[in-house]
């Protein structure tokens, strides 16, 4: 089919990584269970070359952190081709994967079943393609636009597409400690893998890893395997890593249900949410990791070896760099030290801000209304609240943790959400269509008899 610059699309999403593959495949089989044999018109732009998902945290080993039913569209479906299971049956391995008795595949395996399932969707997908402008086109003049028209930066150029509702799904930024640059050998725990896979081994005789949660603790643990010779030291800002609470009255908060208490409650409401229960995700580690590194450091008091070292309440003040030689400069709220420690590669698992789309939407960020502490408001189908000047509709894949709760960004909700945005965007098409049909001419209706 491919993506027309000449079509008005139902819908243009922006990003293609779990979020918008999910509504992508929520789209298709509507399509499929309705008798509207075109379903509704959906094209998505991604910046990266191919899919790719947390491709720098693939590390050997490390499993999913939520349940593989948890997947693109099981919750929405439990029949969908889409599932984890289909993947596994079509892969030959679900026998296999069931006498493994585990519901936590790896992050490999999981990777390559989004891969599998976004492969499906390759004619309505645009990769290496970066939407840098969402506008109002210039034709709408003073009326209320249709459309809005999206800017895509190319590898060849520069396209246009225009699209009666967007769902942006851009991501998460990488946070860093304000001062500090990456480099070459200063790096964000989301690019790992790449910056590692650069260096030689035998050079990094001294590394360090900043941070408090599962990144930190799972990348800590790969530079103690992997260099059997290498200083491994861990800036951890809290009393050592605190456990994540996977209990099962604990994980209800990532239910389905758990979205309507949060948006339909009072702020009592939503706080104590995020009080109660941030330590399911924010800042812990799962109780297999922990476990694991502090067996590791302490074979190695046994052994009456240390290489591995665990640097407790304490925190990055700046980091100097001198040709090949990092400088870090620490400060303990032990004793209000400040030691300095030498490595040839920092790592910094320090979490992500989240999506913000006032960037994207430059001009038109002007129709979308805000809270009382300038946050952007949104309906429950994720969508922003906009002046009437603005009837398109656009939609957060993310960044609505304030209104929906811890689940925003997460896969834990990922085929409800979808479904729900998507069952959205098939409701404003029908009255689209209807308002349309309601406006034409009488004689280009014809007669009924």
């Known amino acids: 089919m491919g993506i027309s610059e000449r079509e008005i699309y139902d819908v243009v999403g922006i990003g293609f990584g779990p979020s918008n593959l999910s509504l992508a495949i929520a789209l298709d089989e509507h399509r499929a269970d309705s ?14 070359p191919s899919f790719g998902w947390h491709r720098n945290m693939l590390l050997p080993s490390a499993t999913m952190q939520i349940s593989f039913l948890k997947d693109l569209a099981t919750f ?19 026998p296999q994967f069931v006498n493994n008795q585990d519901f936590f595949p790896t992050r490999q395996e999981f ?3 989004l891969e599998w399932a976004g492969a499906c969707f390759t004619d309505r997908v645009a990769y290496d393609s970066q939407v840098t402008a969402i506008r109002l086109p210039a034709e709408a003049g003073a009326g209320s636009p249709e459309c809005l ?12 597409v225009d699209a009666r509702n967007v769902a942006i799904s851009t991501g998460l930024v990488p946070r860093m400690p304000k ?9 964000h725990s989301s690019e790992f893998l790449e910056k590692y896979s650069r260096m030689n081994p035998h050079d990094l005789k001294s590394v360090a890893v900043v941070g408090a949660g599962q990144s930190a ?9 992997s260099l059997p010779d290498a200083r491994v030291s861990a800036i951890i800002p809290s009393y050592g890593y605190s456990v994540a609470d996977d209990t099962p009255f604990a994980n209800q908060v990532f239910d389905p249900g758990a979205v309507d208490d949060y948006y339909f409650g009072t702020d009592r409401t ?31 008091e046994v052994r009456n070896t240390k290489r591995l070292h665990f640097l407790n309440l304490t925190r990055v003040e700046d980091v100097k ?10 400060r303990s709220l032990l004793d209000d030290d400040s030691p300095e420690l030498d490595v040839d590669a920092l790592v910094f698992a320090t979490g992500y801000d989240v999506m913000e789309p006032t960037g994207l939407l430059g001009e038109l960020d002007r129709y979308c209304l805000r809270d009382a502490a300038g946050r952007h408001r949104l309906t429950r189908d994720y969508r922003l609240v906009t002046t009437p000047e603005l009837p398109c509709g656009i939609y957060l894949q993310g960044g609505s943790e304030h209104t929906h709760g811890l689940t925003s960004s997460l896969l834990s909700n990922l085929a409800v959400r979808s479904g729900e945005i998507a069952e959205s965007i098939v409701r404003r098409r029908a009255e689209h269509e209807r308002e349309r049909a309601s406006a034409r001419p009488m004689e280009d209706v014809g007669e009924t008899v």
């Open 76 to 94: 929405r479906n439990p029949v969908s081709r889409f599932s984890f299971v289909s993947y596994l049956h079509a892969s030959g391995r679900l």
């Open 35 to 48: 008798a509207d044999p075109v379903g509704v018109r959906a094209a998505f732009f991604e910046r990266q």
């Open 217 to 225: 603790a799972e990348i800590t643990r790969f530079l103690y395997d």
């Open 321 to 330: 760099r001198a040709g090949n030689e990092t400088r870090v400069l620490l």
């Open 179 to 187: 001062g500090v640059s990456r480099d070459e050998r200063v790096w």
């Open 111 to 113: 990777h390559q079943y």
């Open 270 to 300: 939503r706080e104590a949410f995020w009080r109660y229960h941030s330590n399911t995700n924010y800042s812990v580690v799962d109780d297999e990791v922990i476990r694991d590194l502090y067996r590791r450091s302490y074979e190695e």
């Open 149 to 160: 028209r999206l800017e895509i930066r190319t590898g060849s150029g520069t396209r246009r």
